[in-house]
């Protein structure tokens, strides 16, 4: 091991379990921002390192400079590929997003790799308008991991977007009738309604007016969240929407009161 690395990984703690992985490993330089008063160690690696690796890296490597303002790691891997980049796309999704239950949705994107493009499938236009403006952060954070440079490019499931078609029922005639308000979960609702098939950018609040054809319940088990995927469509178009609770209270009522064929 290089004896630079050496004397750096003592210094951080890193537990002897993982020294193994840096045998061959060498620090290549550690550059120093003057402007932004901060040290970036870069690393040369043989292969991707543990998700648990990164993740000490990150929290301690500012151990090496405690009064300088920034620390940070960035690793060169010389048998870079894509074989594990939903892996480690979902680490970054996490990493950028935080304890958002956002990053539930992207749980089961489908991964290609074509030359350096990176393809990523979502299930409808709202996932996908919510992942391009997250590209930019996302390939800087696995490229600090190793990976060569890319391109993200997101796709729509096909497959997902038949199956909803499939299953939407036919549109009704709707009698408009005075009904009480009834707000089962947050706030009375005074944006100006949009169609769904106009959703063509991504906004950070909308609202639609939509009749409910399908709904699922799903409880992690982590965490304690609940995930609750409507199936909606205001016959202009459909997607999916979801709710993520972590209050048990809030998430009984909702199971109670959203019901298939609700408007």
Known sequence: MDEHLELLIKE???KEDFHPLFETALIEKVNHFQKEDRYEFVIQ???????????????NIGKCYPTSGEVTVRFLVKNNNFEKINEYFLFALKTILGNSPLVEMYNDCGFRVDENVVFITVANKAEKLKLNG?????INFLKN??????????E?????????LKEEPEPVPVRKTKVE???????E???????????VIEEDNVAVECLVFAIDFFETKKNNLKIITLKITDFSNSMYAKLFVNDTDVYNKLKSN??????
Do not use: A, M
């Open 181 to 187: 308000n009834k707000i089962i979960f947050g706030n």
């Open 145 to 154: 991991l190793g990976f060569p440079d890319f391109k993200i490019k997101v």
């Open 12 to 14: 951080i703690g890193l």
């Open 258 to 263: 959203l019901k298939d064929g609700s408007w």
């Open 134 to 138: 997250l590209k930019k952060n996302i």
């Open 156 to 164: 729509i499931d096909e497959t997902k977007g038949e199956c909803i």
């Open 45 to 59: 690696v043989e292969d991707y390192l543990p998700i648990e690796v990164y993740k000490f890296f990150e929290k």
């Open 189 to 199: 609702i005074k944006s100006r309604i949009k169609q769904i098939d106009d959703l």
